[in-house]
Nanobody
């Protein structure tokens, strides 16, 4: 069983930065493909970023490309989402997700079978 716990959300102003963390437990973190998703009120959950378990590959949604960076620290079993130049439209609950044993990148939420509880990010204008 894989457990994911997000932290780092909060209320910030437009243009500010936040760093989200997702701590994983349960299995060897290096075997996880990780993803970040977000869900705004009244909207469907959408892909934000993904990082592969092999090769350090990353992929971002167009809406966050150039502003958000996903990194992973295998020694700490943690993945981070550095969010810069935040905009009001980034307001959402952010979730990390994991799938074990896959070597590529996954942008579809159906590809993940472990999810964290989410952390709220609110960006005021």
């Amino acid at each position: 069983q894989v457990q994911l716990v997000e932290s780092g959300g909060g209320l910030v102003q437009a243009g500010d930065s936040l760093r989200l963390s997702c701590a994983a437990s349960g299995r060897a973190f290096s075997s996880y493909t990780m993803g970040w998703f977000r869900q705004a009120p009244g909207k469907e959950r959408e892909f934000v970023a993904a990082s592969s378990r092999i090769g350090g590959r990353r992929y971002y949604a167009d809406s966050v490309k150039g502003r958000f960076t996903s990194t992973r620290d295998n020694a700490r079993s943690t993945v981070y989402l550095q969010m810069n130049s935040l905009k009001p439209e980034d307001t959402a609950v952010y979730y990390c997700a994991a799938v074990v044993g896959y070597e590529g990148l996954i942008t579809n939420l159906k590809g993940y079978n472990y999810w964290g509880q989410g952390t709220q990010v609110t960006v005021s204008s």
